[in-house]
Nanobody, 119 residues
């Protein structure tokens, strides 16, 4: 069974930085596209950043220039470096990945990591 486990959330002041990690565990053969989504209270979940298996990246306009998505294929881990955080970045952040595991190909979600930007 494939699992995605997130870490690195927390409380930070405006202008600060956080780094989220998403580690995939289980019988993994390959990870395809991986991305980060976020959901703020009362709002729909939105795409923040995505990285393909080849390393191509795309970002939501609201985070371009501030967030960087990366991956370590050897460790089956995806990262989201968040700099110059703003109040409006406060949300639960979820990682998502297409994974080829022993049981076949599936789409998986992490449990969510709370990021709070506050004074």
């Amino acid at each position: 069974q494939v699992q995605l486990v997130e870490s690195g959330g927390g409380l930070v002041q405006p202008g600060g930085s956080l780094r989220l990690s998403c580690a995939a565990s289980g019988s993994i053969l390959s990870i395809y596209n991986a991305g980060w989504y976020r959901q703020a209270p009362g709002k729909q979940r939105e795409l923040v950043a995505v990285i393909t298996s080849g390393g191509s990246r795309n970002y939501a306009d609201s985070v371009k220039g501030r967030f960087t998505v990366s991956r370590d294929n050897a460790k089956n881990t995806v990262f989201l470096q968040m700099n110059d955080l703003k109040f409006e970045d406060t949300a639960v952040y979820y990682c998502n990945a297409g994974v080829w595991g022993a049981g076949g190909i599936g789409n998986y979600w992490g449990q969510g990591a709370q990021v709070t930007v506050s004074l």
